[in-house]
Nanobody, 119 residues
Framework: QVQLVESGGGLVQPGGSQRLSCAAS????????MGWYRQAPGKQRELVAT???????NYAESVKGRFTLSRDNAENTVYLQMNSLKFEDTAVYYC?????????????WGQGTQVTVSS
């Protein structure tokens, strides 16, 4: 089993910044993908940014140039630095870890943390 502990989030003004972190523990295999998704009210959950175990990073177009995902492999932790936040960034942000053993992928989610961009 894997546990994901998220921190960060809260209320921020437009144009402001926030940092989210997610620490993973448990049975994590060497091949994995870790990152963040978000879900706004009335919308489907969408990818924000993910990073693979070989350090490849993928961003949603809507956050490119504003958000930065980084990873501490030794601590199995990912950080999402969010700058120039917009109203439309308001959502519950979920940490996600996918890890592979042989041909099987395992998928884990954090409990979610609310990010609210409001003046």
């Amino acid at each position: 089993q894997v546990q994901l502990v998220e921190s960060g989030g809260g209320l921020v003004q437009p144009g402001g910044s926030q940092r989210l972190s997610c620490a993973a523990s448990g049975r994590i295999f060497s091949i994995n993908v870790m990152g963040w998704y978000r879900q706004a009210p009335g919308k489907q959950r969408e990818l924000v940014a993910t990073t693979t175990s070989d350090s490849s990073i993928n961003y949603a177009e809507s956050v490119k140039g504003r958000f930065t995902l980084s990873r501490d492999n030794a601590e199995n932790t990912v950080y999402l630095q969010m700058n120039s936040l917009k109203f439309e960034d308001t959502a519950v942000y979920y940490c996600n870890l996918k890890t592979r053993s042989g041909l099987r992928w395992y998928d884990y989610w954090g409990q979610g943390t609310q990010v609210t961009v409001s003046s």
